[in-house]
């Protein structure tokens, strides 16, 4: 894209400043007009679709930070950022799990952007696990590998959650456990 754009303005050679190094051993030029600008695309349009719901989730967990809490840590001392640190974002923690949970999930079905953008290329650059499932399913017609890839994909996002799930636990985690166990009529 970037040379068509630079070749309707007359220019057919790099910039010197795009050809001198660059990253994962490719000139930044061969780097920009590489088939990774396809995903690129897809992903901010992802990140783009998928940012203002994540934001209105934040925005109800924020207003439901209790004022009193906040005025509380403001009377003991404490300053704008120990209140945002040790009040605000404890209780953000379901609303963070939430966020990142669906992103994990979502990341791993891009679809449709994929099926109306690319459909998987150019160079399979592209192509996600959930568009491979139904191209192998659905194109090709070999149901039983598209149905098996949809059920790894099922799987990689189970332990992907779990793993997420276990990573952003509390710490005092055992303790509270034991002390329900203590409390009588609970076993």
Do not use: C
């Not at 989730?57 to 906040?70: G, I």
């Not at 598209?146 to 059920?151: E, K, T, V, W």
């Not at 996002?157 to 779990?162: E, K």
């Amino acid at each position: 894209m970037l040379h068509i754009l630079l070749g309707a303005v007359g220019v057919d050679q790099p910039p010197a400043a795009l050809t001198d190094g660059g990253p994962f051993g490719l000139t930044w030029w061969e780097w920009l007009s590489g088939p990774s600008v396809a995903m690129v695309s897809i992903i901010t349009l992802v990140v783009w679709t998928t940012a203002g719901t994540f934001m209105l989730m934040y925005l109800a967990a924020l207003q439901n930070v209790p004022v009193a809490l906040d005025e509380a840590s403001t009377l003991d001392g404490a300053t704008r950022w120990q209140r945002f640190r040790h009040v605000t974002l404890p209780l953000l923690r379901p609303t963070t799990f939430l966020v990142v949970t669906l992103g994990l999930i979502g990341t791993w079905q891009v679809f449709d952007q994929v099926y109306v953008m690319s459909q998987g290329d150019p160079a399979k650059t592209t192509l996600t696990p959930a568009y491979l499932s139904y191209r192998t399913a659905f194109r090709d017609f070999e149901y039983g590998s598209g149905a098996a890839i949809s059920f790894v994909l099922f799987l990689i996002i189970i332990l992907l959650a779990l793993g997420q799930r276990r990573l952003m636990r509390e710490k005092d985690q055992v303790g509270r456990r034991s002390w329900r166990r203590g409390v009588p009529g609970r076993s």
